[in-house]
């Protein structure tokens, strides 16, 4: 397997493994419902491509060759931080370490980034286990994950990467 720049002719695959690791991952926490909702308006082929297309952005995946097994997307917020938006490994094929390839790689996207901040759902509870094992630490909360107004409560997590 080997980590590659996004091409459009991924999304509809991207779009459909977000769907599918969304459910896994949330619908304990929200409500299929609910969660069919979200991921509807933000995993779209058309959602994903306008996130493509951004300056300053990396949009990744982890390929086999056979499919893709996991995603990241990050953007350069300023002149030092990056903010890695979308980190997502396929329920299947979690726990072999695609998420710290994936990881390794957005470190390295943006040279001049010493510091990746990222927001997660305290309640999911695997992925602040993650992120601490591989070196963010708490600096915060916030009431709307992922985009103004969505009424999600997170943890901001930073790494210093040097
Ligand atoms: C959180 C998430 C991104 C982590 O990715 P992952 O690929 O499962 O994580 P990794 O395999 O890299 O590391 C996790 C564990 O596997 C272990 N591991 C690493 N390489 C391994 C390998 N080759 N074989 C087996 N286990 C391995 C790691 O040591 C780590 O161990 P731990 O559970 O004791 O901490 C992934 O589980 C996921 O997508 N979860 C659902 C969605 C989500 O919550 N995303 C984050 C939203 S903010």
Same mark, same amino acid.
């Given at each position: *397997?080997?980590? =590659?720049? $996004?091409?459009? #002719?991924?999304? #509809?695959?991207?779009?459909? !493994? +977000? ?26 082929? $058309?959602?994903? &491509?306008?996130? !493509?297309? &951004? ?11 056979? #499919?893709?097994?996991? *995603?990241?997307?990050?953007?350069? %917020?300023?002149?030092?931080?990056? !903010? ?5 490994? =396929? ?10 390839? +994936? ?10 980034? =010493? &510091? ?8 999911? #509870? =695997? $992925? ?18 992922? %985009? &103004? ?7 901001? !997590? ?5």
């Amino acid at each position: *397997m080997w980590i =590659r720049t $996004a091409s459009t #002719e991924d999304l #509809e695959t991207i779009s459909a !493994m +977000l769907t599918e690791t969304w459910h896994d991952t949330y619908d304990q926490i929200y409500g299929r419902e609910k969660v069919a909702e979200l991921t509807g308006a933000w995993h779209s082929v $058309a959602a994903l &491509k306008q996130r !493509m297309n &951004k300056p300053r952005s990396e949009f990744i995946v982890c390929d086999d060759g056979a #499919e893709i097994s996991g *995603m990241a997307y990050v953007t350069q %917020v300023d002149g030092e931080t990056s !903010m890695l938006h979308q980190l997502y490994v =396929r329920p299947t094929t979690q726990g072999q370490g695609i998420g710290q390839k +994936l990881l390794v790689e957005v470190e390295a996207c943006f040279p001049d980034v =010493r &510091k990746i901040r990222l927001e997660v759902e305290e309640a999911n #509870e =695997r $992925a602040v286990k993650f992120y601490g094992d591989n070196g963010f630490k708490k600096v915060g909360t916030t009431p709307d994950c992922g %985009v &103004k107004g969505s009424g999600i409560p997170a943890v901001i !997590m930073e790494k210093v990467i040097w």
